[in-house]
């Protein structure tokens, strides 16, 4: 079996891991194709580079795939780390896909939602999001044990894999619901098997050192990667505009990113000089590696920044004032260290800060309602599910349904799932409220709480969900057990009667059968 240096590197205490993203394109036998492949080739022969990684349709748009490309670049003696998403494929599809990655040799996959589709063949692709990143994260964990499923003459059970998967997670949010969703989500993650985080894309020392100390006191001892990406003028304006979602570039970095574009190479010594000061100050602080990205990058600019960074490590602590970029009013979960600039180990007091969205009176109402209905050993629970018991296959069934679906319809804009969520998003439907479907925690493209895909009009559904619980103290309850995904043998039927009769994901944790507990 081959070695897999990536995974070698990552797991080596005395070594810095490097990979560098390549972003193969649209087109099957165009030049952006040839290119990667030539990079990659010069990265092979490189050898400081253990990994290249593949980004997956960025942007929302169609590309090469990555999968492809990936059993491509295997050939060539170098790792792929391949961005695996969610937001093209059902179940099926990705279980398929993950067959192919295991017969090429790709073991490396970086796990995560994906960027909304925006644009396709005559118009808008249809979003998927069947599975959400924990999902895939436990699929990929079974098949590296041997896939059990049940066949025609008893249970079925595949070679073991040798997946090697990480995950993703966004240091740099505006408020204290994202921030913290954010690493409740994370918890999940690692549950889930993630087996080493890559942070999203942010220029704060101060947030760097956040995840790295949150991830140090949870007791989360698994590799952690800074994303450094090299910052022109052109990327950095969209990302200060949000139209990269989850890329934090503040005013005041724009700015100095303006002014370098008046030097003589046009800012070029300048984002090389400021990667590099990222690397060392990355290396410096603990982390285990880094991700390098940036559009139309040669070989040997990530060479210089490897160079120049580890000439920088040793006076990191100096350069840390190079990266004060706080977002205006930004939450930060410990507090600071006036020394250092970076942070105390102790997590800032959050009881007292206001709440990042308002509260609705339905809220209420439905922890009202669900605590005298569907608590087991609540008054009504008992004949409730004797009722369920009773008219199931009868025609009264159907009234029950159109009652609780015109119900949930206007207090939920409910989309009849019948597997329903509501509990676990503090009364708030994550398959009609979320673009992403999200089951188990907000994605990371959400922007001062906004909505990725509707910045400015909805507020992210997980921002709702942990103002509402927050209020009673409860916040916590969104770190906790994974949900399932949805099971679409259950859609438009009762969610009621299959709680009552154990067919849905949360009656079945109640007892303790879900995969998720």
Not at 106 to 131: E, I, W
Not at 399 to 408: G, M
């Amino acid at each position: 079996m081959r070695e897999n240096f990536f995974k070698k590197a990552l797991l080596n205490p005395s070594a810095f891991a490097v990979s560098w993203e390549l972003v193969p394109g649209r087109g099957a036998k165009e030049s952006a194709q040839e290119k990667t492949v030539t990079l990659a080739r010069q990265a092979a022969g490189g050898g400081k580079i253990c990994a290249v990684t593949l980004t997956d349709n960025p942007g929302g748009t169609p590309a090469m795939s990555a999968d492809f490309m990936g059993a491509e670049i295997v050939k060539l003696g170098i790792e792929p780390l391949v961005h695996f998403t969610c937001k093209d494929k059902n179940r099926n599809q990705i279980e398929s896909q993950l067959y192919a990655l295991d017969r090429a040799g790709v073991k490396n996959l970086l796990v995560m939602s994906g960027d909304y589709p925006v644009s396709g063949y005559r118009g808008r692709p249809a979003p998927v999001f069947d599975l959400d990143p924990i999902h895939t994260l436990q699929l990929i964990s079974e098949m590296n044990k041997g896939l059990t499923y049940p066949g025609i003459k008893g249970d079925i059970r595949h070679q073991p894999g040798n997946f090697f998967p990480g995950a993703v997670v966004s240091p740099f949010k505006a408020t204290e619901a994202e921030q913290m969703l954010q690493y409740y989500k994370l918890k999940k993650k690692i549950d889930a098997g993630a087996q080493f985080i890559v942070t999203q894309l942010g220029y704060d020392a101060r947030k760097f050192h956040e995840v790295f100390l949150f991830m140090k006191q949870s007791g989360f001892n698994l590799p952690l990667i800074g994303n450094i990406y090299i910052l022109p003028y052109g990327a950095a304006k969209m990302m200060n505009r949000n139209e990269l979602p989850g890329s934090v570039v503040t005013d005041k970095l724009l700015a100095e990113v303006d002014k370098e574009r008046n030097d003589s190479d046009k800012g070029e010594s300048a984002r090389i000089l400021r990667a590099a000061r990222m690397y060392a100050i990355l290396k410096g602080m603990g982390y285990n590696g880094v991700h390098i990205g940036g559009h139309n990058i040669k070989y040997e600019q990530v060479e210089k920044i490897i160079a120049q960074g580890e000439e920088l490590t040793s006076q990191w602590k100096d350069l840390v004032q190079y990266f004060d970029y706080p977002i205006p009013g930004g939450f930060y979960y410990f507090d600071r260290d006036p020394k250092t600039g970076l942070n105390l180990d102790k997590p800032m007091a959050r009881e007292s800060r206001p709440l990042d969205a308002k509260i609705e009176l339905t809220y209420g109402f439905s922890r009202f309602f669900h605590n005298l209905i569907f608590e087991p050993g609540k008054k009504l629970y008992g004949p409730m599910k004797g009722l369920s018991g009773k008219v199931t296959g009868k025609k009264m069934e159907k009234l029950i349904h159109k009652l609780e679906h015109w119900t949930k319809v206007a207090l939920f804009d409910c989309k009849d799932c019948g597997d329903c969520a509501l509990i676990d998003v503090a009364y708030l439907c994550p398959m009609s409220q979320c673009p992403k479907n999200q089951r188990n925690g907000a994605c990371g493209g959400s922007f001062e709480g906004w909505c990725e895909v509707y910045p400015g009009k909805k507020k992210c559904v997980y921002v709702r969900a942990y103002a509402r619980l927050k209020k009673h103290g409860e916040e916590a309850q969104l770190s906790g057990n994974i949900v399932e995904p949805c099971n679409w043998d259950l859609y438009q039927t009762s969610s009621w009667i299959n709680y009552y009769l154990g067919k849905d994901h949360s009656s079945k944790k109640r007892s303790g059968n879900s995969s998720g507990n």
